[in-house]
């Protein structure tokens, strides 16, 4: 059993929320996704592992166990070619949860007409395999939901 951790303190709103099939489909995989409180942050990882993936608007931090969990900062942000958002962790850095890894501002996404609701994935994960989903108010580091 794994616990993802929120990445971001806001409002946790389920996938189907999200203004893109891939996320709200579940092409990627089960999760949840969190509106971000619209200030300044910083995205943190959601379990203990190794950055594979890195990029301004999204990484992928797994376990030792294998999974990975998608952090997707925004809708679109690919995008801005990394304008807004500014790296605090490299890839192949080994990372507990709750590390910042990027920063960002999610007014200014936002602000861009973009939206900045932050899908959480369990890659490639099978549909009943994600539990405990939170709802509602997350911070930092609260149980984001369970992978079993």
């Known amino acids: 059993m794994t616990t993802v951790l929120a990445p971001v303190a806001g409002t946790a709103v389920g996938l189907t929320a999200v203004p893109d099939p891939v996320f709200s489909q579940l092409m990627v995989g089960p999760g949840t996704a969190i509106d971000p409180r619209r200030e300044p942050g910083e995205a943190v ?11 301004p608007h999204a990484f992928v931090v797994v376990g030792d166990d294998g999974r990975g969990v998608l952090v997707h900062l925004g809708i679109d942000t690919v995008q801005l070619k990394g304008e807004g958002f500014t790296l605090l962790a490299a890839e192949g850095d080994r990372v507990e949860a709750g590390r910042p890894v990027v920063a960002w501002d999610p007014a200014a996404v936002e602000a861009g007409g973009r939206s900045p609701v932050c899908p959480v994935v369990a890659l490639d994960a099978a549909a009943g395999a994600v539990t405990a989903v939170a709802e509602g108010g997350v911070d930092v580091g609260d149980p984001l939901f369970q992978w079993s």
Do not use: E, M, N
Not at 45 to 55: E, M, N, R, S, Y
């Open 45 to 55: 990882a959601p379990i203990d592992g190794t950055i594979v993936k890195l990029h």
